[in-house]
């Protein structure tokens, strides 16, 4: 067995999967969006491969083309947890939540209230909020990098601290003595800065963890290496190449090490998208089917990326020899690399499209080993502690993950037989800490 172990999250979601028509597979119910327990089945099958949180993305809006995909995002992150925590013993929750438009206060408390109910199981993905449709919910135009990371600061502090503000042994609840909490051990914060303020404290004990696992996610900005490296444990990533990965990988540590931090406390989290199938052909014909438009209509972004001109009629036909050899890498766009690899193995478009060269994460298709070879070439090459797996069609292919990747990867000693403990943090590997530190203004 090697002595890193890589780590497993999946996403919770709208119900469907990452395909835009998971929502029409016949064997799935287009109801799954209001449906609680169709995400705690899923949330089943991931704990029983193992899988350390479900992490929740979260744009609280409607985006997109809603009459034809579906909404994306799970009702509500903290709602819809804390009824899976009900129906789940191990399986981690890592949920966003805004420090651009959440009160300090509320977070402290929804997300401690989760890591309790769920026996230390909770986390917070501590995000700045950029998207307009979001903010427009909110009243509020998007603001400016300065300020959202300003805010962010001030916020995961005092959540930080609202949560240590019971102390460990302020819960005295001695029957004899009628002593209930000892009034010296909780005791207000009393903090503000620029944006944020709240006195506290916060009625709630500590949990099994002590308090809820902070992680972030995003585009590497310096403003994003620098919060992440003072607060976060854990950080979710969105690289397409291994070398993306290493890097990234790296300039997270970095920054923790450069706030005085052990590197090893922050893990490192990229994004994979799976179709599990018999063969390739098979999952690309699954992706085909349950890709709505989205694959015509990325053609054109296929032909600037791999720099010879496709047509829709070429949509099914290899790239003719000449083709194939005026084909090279002819964007910046860090896909580019993986479209012609695939191009040139001889695929078709559409099933180049399929292999998912143009998806939000990297993309694999086929049987087990496929996956599992994919993951342990990123998590050997330091690109990658753990993975975030997000299936085609949750349906089943959370299931499908389960009982033919999970099993390589623990033969070939890469993923723990079982879960080292019972919090998110002993998962994780990631240290105590209760309460914070210093505030840094
Ligand atoms: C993998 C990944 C996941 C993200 N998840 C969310 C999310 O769930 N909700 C959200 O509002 N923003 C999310 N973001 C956006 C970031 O939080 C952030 O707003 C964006 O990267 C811009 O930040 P910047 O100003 O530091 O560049 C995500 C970004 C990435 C790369």
New binding site residues.
């Given amino acids: 067995m090697t002595e890193r172990q890589m780590i497993l999250a999946t996403i919770l979601a709208d119900g469907y999967g990452t395909l835009p028509g998971a929502w029409r597979a016949p064997h799935v119910d287009p109801g799954n969006y209001a449906n609680i327990d169709a995400n705690i089945r899923y949330a089943q099958a991931a704990e029983r491969g193992g899988f350390t949180f479900l992490f929740t993305?979260?744009?609280p809006a409607v985006r997109g083309d809603v009459e034809h995909a579906t909404l994306g995002n799970v009702m509500d992150p903290l709602m819809a947890a804390a009824a899976i925590s009900q129906a789940t013993n191990n399986i981690g929750f890592v949920l966003?939540g805004?420090t651009t438009f959440q009160e300090p206060f509320n977070t402290a408390r929804q997300f401690k209230v989760l890591d309790i109910m769920s026996h230390g199981r909770a986390g917070w993905?501590a995000?700045?909020?950029?998207?307009a449709t979001?903010a427009a919910n909110y009243g509020k135009p998007v603001a400016d990098?300065g300020e959202?990371y300003q805010r962010a600061h001030e916020s995961v502090q005092i959540v930080q601290a609202l949560w240590g503000s019971w102390e460990n042994d302020a819960w005295i609840k001695d029957q004899q003595s009628g002593r209930f909490i000892d009034p010296a051990k909780l005791q207000p914060v009393n903090l503000g800065g620029q944006y944020v303020a709240s006195r506290g404290p916060l009625a709630l004990p500590p949990s099994e963890q002590g308090q809820p696992v902070i992680f972030t996610?995003?585009?590497p900005?310096p403003?994003?290496l620098e919060f992440a490296g003072r607060y976060a444990s854990g950080f979710?990533?969105?690289v397409w190449t291994i070398e993306e990965g290493r890097a990234q990988r790296e300039a997270v540590r970095k920054a923790a090490a450069d706030a005085g931090r052990d590197p090893d406390d922050i893990k490192y989290f990229p994004?994979l998208m799976t179709t599990v199938a018999r063969t390739v052909r098979e999952g690309l014909d699954r992706r085909i089917e349950y890709s709505g438009e989205v694959i015509e209509a990325r053609l054109p972004h296929l032909s600037s990326m791999i720099g010879v001109w496709l047509r829709p009629e070429d949509l099914d036909a290899p790239l003719s020899a000449d083709k194939l050899a005026a084909a090279h890498v002819a964007s910046t766009d860090p896909r580019a690399g993986i479209a012609l690899e695939v191009a040139r193995a001889g695929w078709s478009p559409r099933d180049i499209l399929a292999h998912g060269v143009i998806d939000y994460h990297p993309t694999t298709v086929g049987p087990g080993a496929v996956h599992a070879d994919h993951l342990q070439k990123w998590f050997e090459a330091g690109a990658a502690d753990g993975f975030w797996i997000m299936p085609d069609i949750f349906e089943d292919g959370i299931d499908d993950f389960v009982d033919e990747v999970v099993p390589i990867l623990r033969e070939r000693g890469l993923y723990p037989e079982k879960y080292a403990g019972s919090t998110l943090r002993e998962n994780l590997g990631v240290p105590e800490q209760y309460g914070i530190g210093e505030w840094i203004s």
Wanted: zero cysteines.
């Fill in positions: 993305p979260d744009f966003t805004s993905n995000v700045t909020t950029s998207d979001v990098r959202r996610s995003g585009g900005s403003h994003l979710i990533a969105e994004g």
